[in-house]
């Protein structure tokens, strides 16, 4: 985590000529986040796709499918990523509906400069297939619905309508 808009930039600045897009979740997004000014101030054409659902999915996936859907630390309240990408120079986006996604898009690989979307994504959707720790690539896990559903409504009951939706 963290890692996506550095290296970014450093395959921007290595290699000028290609398209270099960061795909970032929210939660790793926001631990480099300043060097969005970097890319601003050196005019890096680095373009951006923060993947926004309010919280450390994979950390949280681990949470539900090993600790009983117990927290700790995994949903965030996220700055205003426009505003930010705004202060800092960056022109940026932000979509939410799934017919917009082309033509948002289109913009961002088109903008001159550093550039940023911002894509408001469903919350609590699984990153599956996933190996779990200590197992075989023959023992990955995959998606349930019904176990799913069995979960989000414990969810549900345990935080009082606030998660589990």
Known sequence: MGFG????IGIAVARPDALVIDVDGDASFNMTLTELSTAAQFNIPVKVIILNNEEQGMVTQWQNLFYEDRYAHTHQRNPDF?????AMGVQARKVSKPEDVRASLEWLINTDGPALLEVVTDKKVPVLPMVPAGAGLHEFLVYDREKDKTRRQLMRERTGGLHGS
């Open 82 to 86: 426009i505003k930010l990408a705004d």
């Open 5 to 8: 808009l550095p290296s970014a």
